[in-house]
C-alpha cells in the first residue's frame, strides 16, 4: 500500500514544523490553503496558532466547509494546541462569534493554562508509547469534559494543572494541548500516521 498523504492546515500557525515531522516518517506531506488541496489528502493535521484567526482564514479562502466535510465523512485528523479547540465540539472562553469544525465530544477551555507568559514544559505519560513525551504548552488550552467515545491519552502530571486532560482520540480524530512539532521526537505524529495508514487500509 502507498503512503497516505496527510495534509497540513497551512493558513496560519505552526505550519512549517508539522510538515518536517510528517516528512521525516516518510510521508507524502503537503501544505492546505485551498479546496483543491484537501481533495489530494488522506487526513489533515491543524497546527498550534490562534484559532479565532483560522476560523477566519478558513472562511475566507472557502475552505471552512469543505474541512467541516472531510471531517463529518471520517477523514482523519489531528489538532494540535489551536487545532484541538478547531476540532472541539464546544468551547469554554471562545469568542462570541467563534465557530469550530468540530468533531471531537469534548468541551475545551481556551487559553486554560493562562497567557504566553505562564507556557511551560514538562514530561508527560501518553497512551501506548513507552516512555514520556516531552510536551511545550504555549498558551494552551486543556479538556474539561469528554464524551463516552472519548479516550483520554494523556493529563499533566504534576503542578497547579495536575490531572487535566491534555490528549484525546475519538475515532480517526486525534488531539493535543501541547506541540509534538517541536523538538525530535516524532512518536506522536507516529501515531497519527499509524491511524491514518489503518483508515485508509479500511476505506480502501
Known amino acids: 500500500m502507498t503512503s497516505p498523504t496527510i495534509g497540513v492546515f497551512a493558513l496560519q500557525g505552526d505550519v512549517r514544523e508539522h510538515l518536517l515531522a510528517l516528512t521525516r516518517l516518510g510521508v507524502e506531506a503537503i501544505g492546505v490553503r485551498r479546496p483543491e488541496e484537501l481533495e489530494r489528502c488522506d487526513a489533515l493535521v491543524i497546527p498550534g496558532g490562534e484559532s479565532t484567526t483560522m476560523f477566519k482564514l ?8 469543505p474541512l467541516q466535510k472531510r471531517i463529518r465523512g471520517g477523514m482523519p485528523a489531528f489538532g494540535t494546541c489551536a487545532g484541538m479547540i478547531m476540532l472541539a465540539d464546544r468551547i469554554t472562553d471562545g469568542t462570541a462569534d467563534q465557530v469550530t469544525l468540530g468533531g471531537l465530544d469534548i468541551t475545551v477551555r481556551r487559553n486554560a493554562f493562562g497567557r504566553q507568559v505562564d507556557s511551560f514544559e514538562g514530561d508527560l505519560a501518553f497512551a501506548g508509547l513507552d516512555g514520556p513525551v516531552h510536551a511545550v504548552f504555549i498558551r494552551a488550552p486543556w479538556v474539561e469534559q469528554v464524551g463516552s467515545d472519548v ?4 493529563r499533566v502530571a504534576s503542578g497547579p494543572a495536575a490531572g ?41
Not at 478558513?58 to 475552505?63: K, Q, S, V, Y
Open 151 to 154: 479516550e483520554v491519552l494523556a
Open 164 to 204: 487535566r486532560i491534555v490528549a484525546v482520540r475519538q475515532g480517526p480524530l486525534m488531539a493535543t494541548s501541547f506541540h509534538p512539532e517541536v523538538g525530535d521526537d516524532s512518536r506522536i505524529h507516529q501515531v497519527f500516521v499509524d491511524l491514518v495508514t489503518e483508515h485508509v487500509r479500511k476505506v480502501g
Open 58 to 65: 478558513a472562511r475566507t479562502f472557502d475552505l471552512f466547509e
